[in-house]
Nanobody, 125 residues
Framework: QVQLVESGGGLVQAGGSLRLSCAAS????????MAWFRQAPGKEREFVSA????????YYADSVEGRFTISRDNAKNTVYLLMNKLKPDDTAIYHC??????????????????WGQGTQVTVSS
């Protein structure tokens, strides 16, 4: 069983930056696809970004492409999400997810086996 704990959220002005971290414990996630999803009040959960186990393949939602960067440090069992040029529409709870399956399938289905509790990101205008 993998436990995921997110950190790094907060309140930031539009145009600012934040870096989220997701620390995994319980077992190594070096062979896992890792991802970030977000959920805003009154909206469904949506995919934000994912990274393959090797880090060689990354995936982004159109809404964050060019502004967000996902990365991972397998030695630290941690995945990161650097968010630049933040907009009020980015306001949401950001959740980390992990699964040993194929990244493309997981992004499509959202069926990750492990999820974190989330960290709040609020972007003021």
């Amino acid at each position: 069983q993998v436990q995921l704990v997110e950190s790094g959220g907060g309140l930031v002005q539009a145009g600012g930056s934040l870096r989220l971290s997701c620390a995994a414990s319980g077992r190594t996630v070096s062979t896992y696809t890792m991802a970030w999803f977000r959920q805003a009040p009154g909206k469904e959960r949506e995919f934000v970004s994912a990274i393959s186990w090797s880090g060689k393949s990354t995936y982004y939602a159109d809404s964050v492409e060019g502004r967000f960067t996902i990365s991972r440090d397998n030695a630290k069992n941690t995945v990161y999400l650097l968010m630049n040029k933040l907009k009020p529409d980015d306001t949401a709870i950001y959740h980390c997810a992990a699964d040993p399956g194929d990244a493309v399938v997981l992004i499509t289905t959202g069926h990750f086996s492990s999820w974190g509790q989330g960290t709040q990101v609020t972007v003021s205008s």
